[in-house]
């Protein structure tokens, strides 16, 4: 799909019904082709490897291999795949085992059609992306929690809470009115200082510890 300008994505989701109403709806937008179909987690693997699509939209209660087992395979195969979580599951330890499995987003069933465009723009550019109501409260539920990691600046701060929110380094960058080597920089101290190897896991790690 590499030479492809469009946003080629497999759609991984064992209720038939519900696969083929989000193939039919992408299906709609010019930009995206949606390139393969899987009803479990061991066909999306074959699917995956043959298609080598931008993005797999992943459900977590698969047969045969779940869709967290999938996942982690999936960015073994390809770790420039992303993959975005859509399903039913809204409880913090299906979330945050999600992250830690590879995931780049996170979204429920329910998620307008326009924010699930939203999530796979903003995790082919390389941000992560959240649904803004679990966002919230998992916020809510860490809300208390006192870090001990270094402390973070003020526009450290500022970077991570538009991190959280799906934001690219480009998108930050014209928010923050700051150059985009510099946002790169300040994402480097921020995975440094958090101790974390990348992005999603800062963003992970901000949320479990209510950092923003």
Request: charged residues 25%; aromatic residues 2%; glycine residues 8%.
């Amino acid at each position: 799909m590499s030479g492809d300008k469009k946003t080629g994505i497999v759609i991984v989701e064992d209720h038939d019904i519900t696969r083929l109403g989000l193939a039919a709806a992408l299906k709609r937008l010019e930009e995206f082709a949606v390139v393969g179909e899987a009803g479990d987690g061991q066909a999306a693997l074959e699917i995956v490897q043959l298609t080598r699509p931008h993005v797999i939209l992943m459900d977590i209660g698969l047969p045969v291999m779940n869709g967290l087992d999938a996942t982690r395979m999936i960015k073994q195969i390809d770790p420039g795949a992303r993959v975005i979580m859509v399903t039913s599951h809204a409880d913090e330890q299906d979330i945050f085992a999600a992250f830690a499995a590879g995931a780049d987003g996170y979204c429920v069933k329910d998620t307008p059609s326009d924010q699930l465009v939203m999530a796979i723009r903003s995790v082919q550019e390389g941000a992560i992306w959240i649904d803004p109501r679990i966002a919230s409260k998992v916020l809510r539920a860490h809300s208390g929690a006192h870090p001990a990691d270094p402390p973070l600046t003020g526009r450290e701060l500022d970077v991570l809470r538009l991190l959280v929110d799906g934001l690219s380094n480009h998108k930050i960058a014209e928010r923050l009115c700051l150059s985009v080597e510099t946002v790169r920089t300040h994402v480097r101290h921020i995975t440094e200082k958090l101790a974390v190897s990348d992005r999603t896991q800062a963003a992970v790690k901000a949320l479990r510890k209510g950092l923003v």
